[in-house]
């Protein structure tokens, strides 16, 4: 699904990625840990279609060259980003947006845009499901919003979407265990055969929730070892340090 | 290229010849200085002068009374109306009220409207203006519906200015929401310079939205002048975007204890077209509120200035002021100034002020684009949200829903 082949990315002259390689296949759920500084939320940034980078290397996407489209696209195409911090816009009602986005993505996929009423009923069921209130979804995107319900949102946003590469960037920051338990049921009640996950944290505990296939650790802009769900745990006890 | 102007008063019907000569002395008084120039602390910011120059070769007083088009009545909302061909009473219809409680006649055009700052524009529209009306509401009489005064014109507009005075009195207890809404539809540059005063008596309440259904060349200038009673509110909208030229200056004398005035404004100003929007809110009386929220979005060449003042007269103790401008500057070539003034003479006042201006917020696009929404439409989204805040206070939720669209046309450019 996801194939990244010696990724350099630089911004503002400085070189933060320097030849990324990783494999994501549908069904797959890969973590990306590291320390702060390694690179993590430049990659999630770059396979979102964020302005502001020089970039070298492959990024293909179901056989389409990702470096060429635009942001919009790519979510037409089925990338999600998981923000690690949800903007807050004022101004624009939460329901309206996702209503404009849901049809959009609708749109580019071949099917019927949804009307309002069956748009409501739809984000409806799915915000019960990870137990947000009705009232957020009247409220202006993100305004006002606790960390866990900025985070909440984005999974809500995931599920409406039903994207093919979900991009979870320090989803599990800024949460409580309640907030985390909700957003990881929600995760995987979605995961299935076709779709796949990248889980960008800095600590094991999501990760007890969301079982991942593999581990890659990244350190200075380059995975530096890849492994089981079993090397959370142990990153845990070493740290990052006394890799390498 | 410089303008000539052809300025006529024997065109204008039954006047005494003491009119005439009040008439006269004014028209003298405009030629002295012409049209308002930068030189003129009022005007630094709105060189009308040159403005007009570059538009204009000439201007001229005559026009001939056939209307442009057939009223088309909004169908949004349950209304009243004010047809006004070139600003004189065409038609009317109250026809969701009770009889006898609401006054409508032609102004009568021997009152002089007294400004603290008068211009050269006051002058010419003293010397040639004609048409307006008069709107009085009896005493403790709430309107039911909003009362919309539709602003139509006469064919073949091209340089001719149009001058008129009027006069809306709410009578103690009474209430009412005013629409100016402006249908122009032609291309022709045209001027119009109003001077409306409004009396809000005890416990009554004034709402007034002007607002504007397309594009138009109208070059407009407007200077409203409000008396406020005891408990009287007041409340101006503007969301006059799609002209050519704008000035609006709303001059506020919170006469007595309690009263209110809020001014609020949404405009997304495109082309070349200038907005100005100045405002003196003078606070006459204790515990009276004034609230003042201006909002502009700039895109292409366009300019927007917000001059507001408030003064405070040391009787005014326990006075509540606000204002806030707020601009979103989307091309190098737009312009934004501002220009808050506070003056106070009481010791017991709660004064604020705020004004900000910047661009859109980059983080804020690429987050709507990751869930799949163009750039462009991204912008407006944003836009939008910027802008509608402004309507929150209207509480008629037809209304508001009509603004909201009204709104988001402008956004689209019309």
């Known amino acids: ?244 | 290229m410089k303008q000539s102007y052809d300025f006529n008063i024997k065109n204008i019907y039954n006047l005494s010849s003491v009119e005439k000569d009040i008439r006269k002395k004014n028209l003298d008084l405009f030629y002295k200085s012409g049209f308002p120039n930068k030189k003129n602390e009022d005007w630094k910011f709105t060189d009308l002068n040159s403005i007009l120059n570059k538009s204009f070769e000439s201007i001229t007083n005559n026009h001939d009374t056939n209307l442009n088009k057939k009223l088309e009545i909004i169908k949004n909302f349950e209304h009243n109306y004010i047809l006004l061909g070139n600003g004189k009473i065409n038609s009317s219809s109250f026809k969701y009220e009770e009889n006898g409680k609401i006054s409508i006649k032609d102004y009568d055009q021997k009152n002089i409207i007294n400004l603290n700052t008068p211009s050269s524009l006051t002058f010419l529209n003293n010397a040639l203006a004609t048409g307006g009306f008069s709107l009085e509401i009896a005493k403790n009489y709430k309107l039911k519906k909003p009362l919309i005064i539709y602003n139509y014109f006469s064919k073949n507009l091209k340089n001719k200015i149009f001058n008129n005075k009027n006069s809306i009195i709410l009578n103690k207890g009474s209430e009412l929401t005013l629409i100016d809404y402006t249908d122009d539809g032609s291309q022709d540059n045209f001027i119009k310079n109003i001077i409306d005063s409004v009396i809000v008596k005890d416990n009554a309440i004034l709402k007034n939205i002007l607002i504007q259904n397309s594009k138009s060349n109208g070059y407009f200038y407007k200077y409203i002048k409000v008396f406020l009673d005891k408990n009287a509110q007041y409340e101006n909208y503007i969301f006059s975007s799609g002209l050519k030229f704008n000035k609006v200056e709303i001059e506020v004398d919170l006469n007595e204890e309690n009263s209110s005035c809020g001014v609020y404004s949404a405009l997304n100003l495109l082309n070349t077209e200038h907005q100005e929007i100045k405002t003196r809110i003078n606070h006459n009386a204790p515990n009276c509120k004034s609230y003042q929220k201006i909002k502009n979005v700039l895109n292409d060449k366009s300019k927007g200035i917000y001059q507001g003042k408030i003064f405070v007269e040391s009787i005014a103790q326990k006075t509540d002021a606000y204002q806030l401008s707020k601009a979103l500057i989307l091309d190098d070539n737009a312009e934004f100034d501002a220009k808050p003034e506070l003056e106070i003479y009481a010791d017991d006042v709660k004064c604020s002020h705020g004004s900000t201006s910047g661009s859109i917020d980059f983080e804020s696009i690429h987050y709507l684009m990751t869930r799949g929404i163009s750039e462009k439409e991204a912008l407006k989204m944003l836009i939008n949200g910027f802008l509608s805040e402004v309507l929150e206070k209207i509480t008629d939720i037809k209304l508001k829903i009509f603004l909201e669209e009204n709104l988001e046309r402008q956004i689209n450019g019309y």
């Open chain 1, 1 to 244: 699904m996801l194939k990244i082949k010696n990724l350099k990315a630089t911004v503002d002259s400085k070189l933060i990625l320097k030849g990324l390689n990783l494999n994501i296949k549908p069904g797959e759920v890969h973590a990306i840990m590291g320390p702060n500084g390694s690179g993590k939320s430049t990659l999630a940034n770059i396979l979102s279609g964020k302005k502001g980078y020089e970039i070298e290397g492959e990024i293909n996407f179901n056989g389409i060259d990702l470096k060429e489209l635009p942001t919009e696209t790519r979510a037409q195409q089925g990338i999600f980003l998981a923000f690690q911090y949800p903007l807050e816009i004022p101004g624009v009602n939460t329901n309206i947006f996702l209503k404009t986005s849901l049809n959009a993505v609708r749109k580019a996929r071949g099917e019927k845009e949804l009307d309002t009423l069956t748009f409501l009923k739809l984000i409806k069921e799915k915000a019960l499901e990870l137990g947000i209130d009705e009232k957020f979804l009247s409220r202006q995107l993100n305004v006002g919003f606790s960390g866990g319900e900025k985070k909440k949102n984005e999974i809500l946003q995931m599920k409406l979407l039903e994207p093919k590469l979900s991009i979870l960037d320090e989803t599990d920051s800024g949460l409580d265990i309640d907030a985390l338990k909700i957003v990881a049921n929600g995760v995987n009640s979605y995961k299935n055969k076709e779709n796949a996950f990248l889980i960008i944290t800095h600590y094991q505990r999501l990760l007890d929730y969301i079982k991942p296939d593999y581990i890659h650790v990244l350190s200075d802009g380059k995975i530096i070892k890849t492994g089981s769900a079993d090397l959370g745990g142990q990153l845990e006890k070493t740290g990052y340090t006394n890799l390498s």
